[in-house]
């Protein structure tokens, strides 16, 4: 890959300072120190820790997801569109986009988790409940995380051009790591701890019964 | 409402020094798990109908989400650069007496730390290791509704929770075996106290002896009819801990030693915790990170022994017996928090045919209202059965009439629901339930 283009430099400093913002936060974190247990484990912490990352994840697993599969359906594609956008960027940087019809899926599923992103980003601001403990942070990161998806989608879909993609990443990589965007690492840790936790106990994974018979 | 006066006056009393020391004890009760947890919440709000407050109340204050908000604010503000460097944009919070009064709401307020929000957090935010360092840095500073205090010192001054003698206890425990005596009809059974050498020493919730002796009673009948080697020790028997409430984890620590010192003393072999549900999250499973060492005993519920007794056959039951229609609480702690689901269903199961599970039930299982505290902090108490109403509900749509909740606590909280709510329940321990199974001595068995 020979880069010579600004914006894609600037992409690439962006992704450092991203990464070296994420590096730091994780430090902060992890400067609390490991909680090492002392009580006796009931059953293999590590049974947890695959259920956390595994059949813990899935719709069925969670009432909360259960009832809300809309919402939950919307993040889901949020997330993939985001993935999808990112796999464009990747593109557009290395300067070979993939076989047409493989860059109108991938552009189409950044379009869709964009539109998703949209959809959550206008419930959260029509929900009083939601809105009542989020702050400008939870709008900003959706915005540039959206943009950044429905960008890439055109991009994609040959609607603009390569840079405009460039700009949109830069600023969603320059802003990552000071928001909430950031969870897209201590979603890993923290899903490790909750299993670790409940897994220890024998709580999780559960017992396999129909809790709602 | 009481003590609302006491904590407001304590809260504009409060010194920088004060709300630093506080900040401080906050900072010492948090781990990188919960400091990755703080981190990770995206405020997708889907937890609100996870909590039984946010059911019996739909006001944003009662969404964990926003609960933990209050906490996660300072945090940032303190904790993170992107907090102190764009407070307005990432919601960071300087920590001052406004936010001290916002976590008194969320974390005494408006909380049971049952933990069911976390199950169903879409990240896995544990929320009640949070909410308990911030009662942790609240009691630190005075911030703790007084009754709830009280019923700490309480057992940090007497050794248990309702402030009963060593001779009161004693006292209970040899009418109890008098009884014990006249319902199996064996002269020579015994509730043993301070028995050296014994295999098990069993633990009680302080309400058993004061208000509830039938339930102990009724665990005394099981080990006795399963011959089993136990005793309760004359101090040391209160396995209840409201540290684990207030945050304290020193005073935590110092009731929970006072079990272990009983173990010591007495040379048992297992530590028996009988039917409370913090007791037992509390004994097994913080008393060993509050006093930094590993239980040197065995440590079981008194369910996996009944449990194991009635599938051993030590425990014998009426084939005829019927106690009719049934249902379980899942105590939060217990089971959720605890990971002690089966035994009882086991036990169910094996005596009541019409036995009945409630929706939802297990580790999803609804909070009955009175955990976290909540029934020793009287200023609440409406919110209680507010959200005990939930509770009430799922009680009724069983049909049962009859609860078994495994916990006095809960039983506690139970009574209140079923006179408030008109459930027309009976509420019992499953030891009662396991008593009255209990199969009649044969007639050699008898000593007239």
Redesign the interface.
């Given at each position: 890959m020979e880069i010579r283009d600004p914006l894609a430099l600037g992409v690439l400093a962006a992704l450092l300072w991203s990464a070296a913002g994420l590096a730091?936060?994780w430090r902060?974190?992890?400067?609390?120190?490991?909680?090492r247990?002392?009580?006796?484990a009931?059953?293999d912490p590590g049974r947890g820790v695959l259920y956390?990352f595994g059949a813990?994840m899935l719709p069925g697993a969670?009432?909360?997801?259960r009832?809300?599969l809309g919402?939950?359906g919307a993040?889901v594609l949020f997330h993939l569109g985001t993935f999808a956008a990112l796999g464009i960027l990747i593109a557009v940087l290395c300067g070979s986009a993939g076989p047409r019809p493989l860059m109108m899926g991938v552009g189409a599923l950044a379009l869709a988790g964009a539109a998703c992103g949209l959809g959550l980003l206008v419930k959260?601001a029509a929900?009083?409940?939601?809105r009542?403990?989020?702050?400008?942070?939870?709008f900003?990161s959706n915005l540039l995380t959206t943009g950044f998806s429905a960008v890439a989608g055109l991009v994609a879909l040959g609607l603009l051009k390569a840079a405009d993609a460039e700009v949109a990443a830069i600023l969603l990589l320059l802003y990552l790591?000071?928001?909430?965007i950031?969870?897209c690492v201590?979603?890993f840790?923290?899903?490790f701890?909750?299993?670790t936790?409940?897994g220890r106990?024998?709580?999780?994974p559960?017992?396999g019964?129909d809790?709602?018979? | 409402m009481p003590d609302v006066g006491a904590l407001q006056a304590r809260l504009e009393a409060l010194t920088p020094e004060d709300l630093e020391r506080a900040l401080g004890v906050f900072?010492a009760g948090?781990?990188?798990?919960?400091?990755?947890?703080l981190?990770?919440?995206?405020?997708?709000?889907?937890?609100?109908?996870?909590c039984h407050y946010y059911l019996s109340e739909?006001v944003?204050?009662n969404?964990p989400?926003?609960k933990l908000?209050q906490v996660a604010?300072v945090f940032r503000r303190r904790?993170?650069?992107?907090g102190r460097?764009?407070p307005?944009?990432?919601?960071a919070k300087a920590w001052d007496r406004a936010m001290a009064a916002a976590w008194i709401d969320a974390a005494f307020g408006r909380c049971s730390l049952c933990g069911r929000c976390?199950?169903?957090?879409?990240?896995?935010?544990?929320i009640p290791?949070i909410l308990r360092a911030a009662r942790a840095a609240l009691t630190s500073a005075g911030l703790i509704p007084q009754d709830l205090q009280s019923t700490v010192d309480l057992a940090l001054s007497t050794g248990n929770n309702m402030g009963v003698s060593r001779d009161d206890f004693v006292e209970t425990v040899q009418w109890l075996e008098e009884e014990l005596r006249g319902e199996t009809g064996d002269p020579s059974a015994r509730i043993p106290v301070d028995e050296p050498g014994a295999e098990f020493l069993f633990t009680v919730n302080p309400r058993e002896p004061k208000f509830f002796p039938l339930s102990l009673l009724a665990t005394a009948r099981v080990f006795h009819a399963a011959g089993a080697s136990w005793t309760l020790p004359s101090e040391g028997w209160d396995l209840t801990n409201y540290g684990l409430f207030s945050g304290d984890a020193q005073a935590a620590g110092a009731l929970a030693d006072a079990m272990w010192r009983a173990m010591a003393r007495l040379g048992c072999r297992t530590l028996v915790l009988g039917e409370c549900g913090h007791g037992f999250a509390s004994a097994?499973?913080?008393?060993?990170?509050w006093?930094?060492?590993?239980?040197p005993f065995q440590v079981v519920h008194i369910l996996d022994l009944m449990n194991r007794w009635l599938r051993e056959g030590r425990l014998r039951v009426d084939p005829a017996h019927d106690p009719g229609s049934l249902t379980l609480h899942d105590p939060c702690n217990l089971?959720?928090?605890?990971?002690i689901?089966?035994p009882q269903r086991r036990i169910l199961r094996r005596l009541a045919p019409a036995f009945v599970?409630m929706?939802?039930?297990?580790?999803?299982n609804f909070c009955c209202g009175g955990g976290g505290g909540q029934l020793a902090m009287a200023q609440y108490r409406d919110r209680r059965m507010k959200a005990g109403g939930v509770k009430a509900e799922q009680i009724r749509r069983t049909q049962a009439k009859t609860v078994v909740a495994p916990c006095h606590n809960c039983i506690d909280q139970l009574m209140e629901l079923n006179k408030d709510y008109k459930l027309g329940v009976q509420i019992k321990t499953v030891a009662e339930v396991v008593a009255d199974a209990l199969a009649p001595p044969a007639p050699d068995e008898v000593t007239p």
């Open positions: 730091f936060a902060g974190a992890s400067a609390f120190g490991p909680r247990y002392r009580s006796k009931a059953a956390a813990g969670k009432e909360s997801v009832t809300h919402s939950w993040g959260r929900s009083p409940h939601l009542a403990f989020s702050v400008p942070d939870d900003l790591p000071l928001g909430k950031r969870h201590f979603f840790p923290t899903r701890f909750f299993g936790f409940f106990r024998g709580v999780l559960p017992a019964r809790l709602h018979a | 900072r948090l781990r990188e798990a919960e400091a990755s947890y981190n990770t919440c995206v405020h997708c709000g889907l937890c609100a109908e996870s739909r944003p204050e969404i989400a926003h908000e604010a904790f993170t650069v992107s460097l764009l307005a944009l990432t919601g976390s199950l169903n957090c879409t990240v896995g935010v544990h290791s097994r499973w913080e008393a060993p990170e006093l930094g060492k590993e239980h089971v959720r928090h605890g990971g689901r089966e599970e929706t939802p039930h297990g580790e999803e």
